[in-house]
């Protein structure tokens, strides 16, 4: 009996029990492998026995957010150093989240044989100061300091991206955890540059201003003197075109009234015409006879008298 409960003692000694939590994912790792040589197995949520020559890493498979140039829970850390295309020397403080696809997690292990802590502290801190320093090669100083800050550090992101994507590691995001860190000179030179470039805009503003209200001056004056000139126009149009339109009207009465004429005129002739036409002699007698006025001829002489007609 004793021998069996040191038995089972030695067995406690060599074997333990790990627990994988929920959201994350277990790695099973055969550290002198067995017939089929050596292994690795992923498990999931539960309690695991951990028997001799055996060993479990805990990989999350949720968002992990790591940062650099302070304390983060294992060793002090310096910030980023790099240069600008002059050859500025900064430094920067820098975080990353990310996560490792759950299906993955087998491959990263594989990759790395390391476990998260690792992988965070020493690959994503080479990963990170190697983007940095190809980027901000390329770079000015004054914009890696100005306007195009994040520009750097999106450009540093996707290369992070790429490099990792394959292994299953999702970036969500790297960002800047302090202000960059430049030489005091610099800073100064840039900050009176700066300064005087806004002064400089802001005069350039200005005299647009002024450029704008003299033109806006300029364009109402015309277009009064334009607008004046449109009415004399019109009123011109419209004069010409009312004396054209009586000049018109009288030429058109002038021509009926000369067709009224020359109608009246053929309406007399052809009148005279048919007139003249049914005159016959019993016409012309009953015409002398409606001009006589019932006195006889006078006769006066002697053997050739003479006739005297009334008057």
């Known amino acids: 009996m004793k021998k069996l409960f040191a038995v089972l003692g030695a067995l406690a000694l060599f074997c333990s029990c790990t627990v994988v939590p929920a959201g994350y994912k277990g790695v099973k790792v055969y550290l002198l492998g067995n017939k089929k040589g050596a292994e690795v197995k992923v498990l999931d949520v539960g309690r695991y026995r951990i028997g001799p020559n055996r060993k479990i890493y805990i990989f999350p498979v949720f968002q992990q957010d790591f940062t650099w140039g302070k304390d983060n829970g294992s060793s002090p850390h310096d910030p980023f150093r790099f240069q600008s295309k002059e050859g500025i020397s900064l430094a920067v403080d820098l975080g990353i989240s990310f996560h490792i696809v759950p299906d993955s997690v087998r491959a990263v292990f594989v990759k790395w044989r390391k476990d998260i802590d690792y992988i965070a502290n020493v690959y994503f801190d080479d990963l990170l100061h190697d983007a940095l320093i190809h980027v ?105 075109l009312q004396a054209n339109t009586q000049s018109e009207i009288l030429v058109i009465q002038a021509k009926s009234q000369a067709q009224s004429t020359i109608i009246s005129a053929q309406s007399q002739s052809e009148a005279n ?16 006879i409606e001009k006589w006025d019932g006195h006889l001829p006078t006769f006066t002489g002697s053997s050739n008298p003479n006739i005297t007609l009334p008057h």
Do not use: W
């Open 136 to 240: 901000g090669s390329n770079m000015a100083i004054e914009d890696i300091y100005g306007p195009k800050k994040q520009l750097l550090i999106d450009r540093v992101d996707s290369m992070v991206v790429a490099r990792v994507k394959p292994y299953g590691i999702v970036i969500d995001r790297i960002f800047i955890t302090n202000d960059l860190k430049l030489p005091d000179v610099i800073v100064k030179a840039i900050n009176s540059k700066m300064e005087a470039t806004q002064i400089a805009q802001q005069r350039e503003n200005e005299l647009r201003e002024v450029e704008a209200d003299a033109s806006k001056k300029i364009a109402q004056s015309k277009g009064e003197s334009e607008s004046k000139l449109i009415k004399e126009k019109m009123q011109n149009a419209i004069n010409l």
């Open 273 to 288: 015409k048919m007139l003249q036409s049914s005159m016959n002699e019993n016409l012309i007698e009953m015409k002398k």
